[in-house]
């Protein structure tokens, strides 16, 4: 396993450019949906209050942004933007936000994954945008259609397990949900794995039938546990230990008026998570190559094909 | 041994007994109770027989008493408490299969008089003619035999399970003022008035009980029948509270001479290492900035996670706390929310703000919550750190200030003087709790921290075991401080003006400020220049727009009113400061932060 995951790493290393790709898609995402609630703050800029907003998230941007809406009928003559009009305005941008954040994410995560599958089923052949993109385009809508359904299933097992563990946890004590978590962890994994190798098997089998790789990749997860726990434990404890160091190591220490470091620490952040989900999709890339060339594993013998480059 | 037989030994036992542990009364006893009660554990019922001593220490002739019967407010939906409160209190509801009443079985003179009691308004009070009137410097003896039905417990009182907090139990007097009895019934939002007295308090129960009460616990007598009788007494206090169940463990601790005493409960042994502390710390502060702790022993109290309605109340030298869920998001035992902490400090606070310095609760509630939130305030900064309170995680702070503000906001135009049934739920809160903190605060920093201890313990000393009202701390607040408060008392005491301070323009040469609210504080005004240099001016707020010129300086290039925000009733800090062009800096700051939230955002809900 180590040799798979080594090997994934390798992948990863080679083709460079997806870092690229998928960071500048993620960037490019934000910097358009940040940047009409950052202009609106420009002018409350000359605000000295905004200060403290900049200098970090408290209970007193909540009261300056809220107070007055609260009740306290005081501000500035007709005309004259006060702060909290502006961190108002902003906030209720934000909301627009969180109505599009999900919609774009969802939309850009479908996009590129045919483009990644492929340029790593690919390997060693050189790395090419023509075809990168053309398998993006040619996995778009299968994978926009398993994303949502993954998705919608997702939130009903969600909801289906608050809706049990609540009145378990009413009548037993708070002990409950400690002892679910376990289980809640490895079920997410299995999860993961599944929707994961779904899309690895689309790629290798240019196929868009999702349904049937989904039956495939079910297979292969129940068929090879051990193998899906020594891929995904050490990539997901990875990803929790970059999250551990910078959401309560460095984040918190950073000067936040020192913008441009800021900046920088807050990119390198993005770029590490990207790559370790980029590690992952790689191994998951040579676990299902080596299932369905090997006759004793596997759900069924698949020919993989390169349906863009043939 | 009867009740009566043990009753008299309890008192003989006060009378005679030179060597209880307690120390030298502070004031002349008016109303006294000798009290001998048997609880009921199954029934949740008390019966028994209390001795009034009266003393007539006004300049006029007393008629008749008057009594109240706090307990009756629970007894069904017809009360005027119930009715206010849409039976609910702090989040608890009334349960109408568990009510509270008590009813009055005899009254008597000492002699064996007979007295008819009335039942009055909706019960909670009753009133007895006198033979004859208790003359000024003359005292009335009493005994009145009771049975009380305890609620589950509900505003203040009650029993959940074997947990018992027992408060307003019994049969109290009113206060003799100005030819009448001060005394209401019993108000949703209202709280109690009483005069100082002595309380030798004989509680039997069940023996695997342990209890705590009001002064300190002087014999616990086993008498040989599966019960025990614990015996309380207290001085120089306004009411008598105790508190039983078989679960309570306890720690305690001594500060300058005092023991407290936490009694807890199991499941919160959590508790101890955050409650103790704060009520040591408390119990220091304020004996350091008012005036000293008398008393032998403060007990403080543990309440059950479903006996909510017990927790955070005050009595004399005993307050409930309990884990505080102040969020109502289940997480008490979570150390990044204080709420344990305020609670108890608050709680502690009205040692000397309601319990020494007996304020009329009904009529006057900002008086005792206001002083004891504001003092709540300056000891969560000492203790916990600058502006701590609410919740202190790393990466969200709400400090209790700005809680205040917060809620002060959202009324900001109500007064703070008012009885207590004069304000609706919300505004309540904001009149007698937040209000009064941010004003007494805003009054410390535009006075002076040393000149504002020197105000409130002048204050405390003059008043203590006394019963003063707004009045008198207008005039000692004053008299202390050689200024004319009326901006205090007339503006935010007494009625609802606001204050908002913004600079509206600025350009080189100078800036216009303005005042929008009737209220006037004196402030200062911070203005920058383009050589590098700055001046702090002081204006007193008049009139509400004034423009300041700089003709014979460099250009202006910031201005900022108030920059320590030290008028924390001011209505929006946002407009105190203007510069002449955008801060860029820390415009980028905030962008660099909004687009890194979106990219999180974008890699948590999308994979990539």
């Not at chain 2, 409160?85 to 299969?97: A, C, F, K, L, V």
């Not at chain 2, 007895?128 to 009182?157: N, Y």
Request: charged share 15%; with cysteine; net charge negative.
């Amino acid at each position: 396993m180590i040799r798979l995951l080594s090997k994934a790493w390798g992948l990863v290393n080679r083709y460079r450019q997806l870092w690229l790709a998928v960071w500048l898609l993620n960037f490019l995402l934000a910097f358009g949906l940040a940047l009409l609630p950052a202009l609106n703050l420009v002018d409350a800029s000359r605000w000295t209050a905004i200060r403290d907003v900049a200098d970090g998230f408290d209970g007193w941007l909540f009261l300056e942004a809220f107070g007055p809406a609260l009740g306290a009928q005081v501000g500035l003559g007709d005309g004259e933007a006060t702060l909290s009009d502006s961190v108002t305005a902003v906030l209720q941008q934000a909301t627009t936000l969180l109505i599009l954040i999900p919609v774009l994410a969802w939309v850009s995560h479908a996009w590129l994954k045919g483009g990644i599958l492929f340029v790593y089923q690919q390997a060693p052949a050189e790395f090419q945008w023509r075809p990168f993109f053309r398998a993006c385009w040619r996995w778009f809508f299968p994978f926009l259609l398993a994303g949502f359904l993954q998705a919608s299933v997702t939130l009903v097992m969600i909801a289906l397990i608050l809706a049990t563990m609540g009145p378990l946890a009413g009548a037993a004590g708070s002990w409950v949900w400690w002892g679910a978590v376990p289980f809640v962890a490895i079920g997410f994994l299995l999860w993961l794995a599944v929707g994961e190798l779904t899309a690895v098997y689309a790629v290798a089998q240019n196929t868009h039938n999702i349904f049937r790789t989904f039956f495939q990749a079910f297979g292969f997860v129940a068929t090879h546990l051990l193998t899906i726990f020594s891929l995904y434990i050490p990539t997901i404890l990875v990803l929790l230990a970059v999250h551990a160091l910078f959401r309560y190591g460095i984040h918190p220490e950073l000067p936040r008026l020192w913008w441009p470091l800021v900046l920088l620490v807050q990119q390198l952040f993005i770029i590490s998570r990207l790559v370790l989900r980029l590690w992952r999709f790689a191994a998951g890339v040579n676990v299902v190559e080596i299932a369905v060339r090997s006759p004793e594993v596997g759900s069924s013998p698949v020919e993989i094909m390169s349906p863009v480059t043939k | 041994m009867s009740r009566r037989i043990l009753l008299l030994v309890v008192a003989s036992l006060f009378m005679l007994s030179g060597a209880l542990p307690v120390a030298a009364q502070r004031t002349e006893p008016i109303a006294s109770y000798d009290m001998v009660v048997t609880l009921d554990a199954d029934t949740k019922q008390l019966t028994a027989v209390s001795t009034i001593t009266y003393v007539n220490r006004t300049t006029e002739p007393i008629p008749d008493l008057v009594f109240h019967l706090y307990l009756n407010a629970f007894r069904d939906t017809n009360s005027i408490f119930l009715r206010e409160s849409g039976t609910q209190h702090r989040g608890e509801i009334w349960d109408p299969n568990a009510p509270g009443w008590i009813e009055v079985t005899s009254l008597a003179l000492a002699d064996g008089t007979p007295l008819d009691l009335e039942l009055i308004e909706d019960d909670t009070l009753a009133r007895a003619d006198l033979p004859t009137a208790v003359l000024p410097g003359e005292s009335i003896v009493l005994d009145v035999a009771f049975t009380a039905q305890l609620p589950r417990v509900f505003a203040r009182t009650g029993f959940v399970d074997d947990f018992f907090l027992v408060g307003q139990w019994f049969p109290k007097l009113g206060v003799w003022e100005e030819g009448a009895w001060n005394a209401y019934p019993f108000h949703a939002n209202s709280e109690f008035y009483a005069d100082f007295g002595t309380y030798n308090v004989a509680i039997t129960l069940p023996d695997n009980y342990v209890t705590g009460g009001t002064g300190l616990l002087v014999e616990q007598i086993d008498n040989g029948d599966g019960t025990q009788t614990a015996v309380y007494h207290a001085e120089d206090v306004i009411d008598f509270a105790w508190t039983a169940s078989p679960h309570f463990l306890s720690e305690s601790r001594t500060i300058n001479g005092t023991e407290i005493l936490y009694l807890y409960l199991p499941e919160h042994e959590w508790s101890v290492e955050r409650v103790l502390p704060a009520a040591a710390a408390a119990v220091t502060l304020f004996s350091d900035w008012y005036g000293p702790y008398p008393y032998e022993r403060l007990t403080v109290v543990d309440v059950p996670d479903n006996g909510g309605g017990a927790g955070g109340m005050e009595y004399p030298t005993f307050v409930t706390v309990g884990p505080v869920d102040i969020l109502g998001i289940g997480a008490a035992e979570n150390e990044a929310i204080l709420g344990s902490e305020i609670v108890t400090i608050h709680e502690v606070g009205h040692q000397w703000w309601q319990s020494m310095v007996a304020f009329n609760e009904a009529e006057e509630p900002w008086l005792d919550e206001g002083f004891t939130d504001y003092s709540t305030l300056r000891a969560m900064d000492v203790t916990y750190g600058e502006d701590s309170g609410l919740i202190d995680s790393r990466f969200i702070h709400l400090g209790y200030l700005e809680a205040g503000r917060l809620s002060y906001l959202s009324d900001v135009h109500v007064p703070m003087a008012g009885a207590a049934w004069e304000f609706g739920g919300t505004e309540y809160q904001t009149a007698v709790y937040s209000k009064p903190a941010l004003s007494l605060r805003t009054l410390e920093n535009v006075l002076g921290e040393e000149m504002m201890n020197e105000v409130m313990r002048t204050f405390f000393q003059q008043y203590q075991f006394k019963h003063p009202n707004t009045e008198d701390f207008w005039a000692v607040a004053e008299s202390v401080s050689g200024q004319t408060l009326d901006w205090f008392f007339a503006g935010l005491v007494y009625s609802g003006n606001t204050l908002n301070y913004a600079v509206s323009e600025i350009d080189a040469m100078g800036f216009t400020a303005v005042r929008e609210g009737d209220l006037v504080i004196p402030t200062t005004i911070n203005v920058l220049f383009s050589d590098g240099s700055s001046t702090l001016l002081s204006w007193d707020g008049t009139p509400a727009e004034k423009r300041f010129d700089f003709p014979d300086r460099a250009e202006v290039i910031q201005v900022e009113i108030d920059p320590e925000r030290k008028l924390v009733v001011e209505t929006q800090w946002g407009d105190n400061g203007r510069s002449r062009t955008p801060d860029i800096p820390a415009w980028l700051a905030i962008a660099t932060r909004l687009l890194y939230t979106i990219q999180d955002a974008l890699l948590m809900l999308g994979g990539l």
